[in-house]
């Protein structure tokens, strides 16, 4: 085996043999994509995908093509909470649970929105 480009062979071999000290600093993670960088960017497609969706639905010209756009928007955004439900339970998603009071008002703010809609 040679020793890499630049160092002694001399040398080479008693740095390859010893433990790498901890210096206490956090390891910075290299370029390389790991589960949890696969499924970010898979969660990231799926939301993108649904915006573009979103629109197409939107602006479908026939009842035909409005149900098959609508279909696929469907199983795009069940695909999407089923990615991030997974990244959750392995803590690579983080929400902070809201008091109950919270969502509580939330839901009757947004009810009461309801009644400005023109088809409510």
Known sequence: MQPPYGQQPSTWGAQQNQPQQSTGLPKVKGPEMNDRDRLNDILS???YLTTAYNIAVNEASTQQLYQVQMQMLTELHHCQRDLFNL????GWYKTDPAPAQQVTQAAQQFANYRTQFPYA
């Open 45 to 47: 497609t799926e939301k």
């Open 87 to 90: 990244m959750s339970q392995k």
